[in-house]
């Protein structure tokens, strides 16, 4: 875990004063966080329940016309997260782009 995480700070250093890295399961984010962001770019664990978690945990920290990405739907689990995501929050959100490796969302109505 330390290999990753300072590959992650090496590619963000110019970043740092607009990024904040968080040593910490997405899940554990979730759990403490209470910001509202404009982008959520979920690329996690690559398992069906991790990728589900992190699209439901998304929705509630995603702004109004905020995006959500997820990247590596290629992997069957990811993708049956995204889809299944999809359709629990099919009202609240347009796509906006797609590739085989990545579904990007507009949520137009986010949780409250």
Not at 40 to 52: N, P, R
């Amino acid at each position: 875990m330390d290999a990753v995480y300072e590959t992650a700070r090496l590619n963000m250093r110019r970043y740092r004063h607009r990024c904040t890295i968080h040593r910490m399961t997405s899940a554990e984010f979730f759990q403490t966080c209470t910001s509202q962001y404009d982008l959520i770019y979920i690329d996690g664990a690559h398992t069906y329940d991790a990728a589900l978690l992190d699209g439901q945990n998304a929705m509630r920290h995603i702004k109004p016309d905020g995006v959500i990405i997820f990247d590596d739907v290629e992997v069957p689990g990811v993708a049956q997260a995204a889809d299944e995501w999809r359709g629990e929050f099919d009202e609240q959100h347009e796509l906006f782009y797609e590739t085989p490796r990545q579904r990007a969302y507009i949520i137009t109505q986010p949780m409250e």
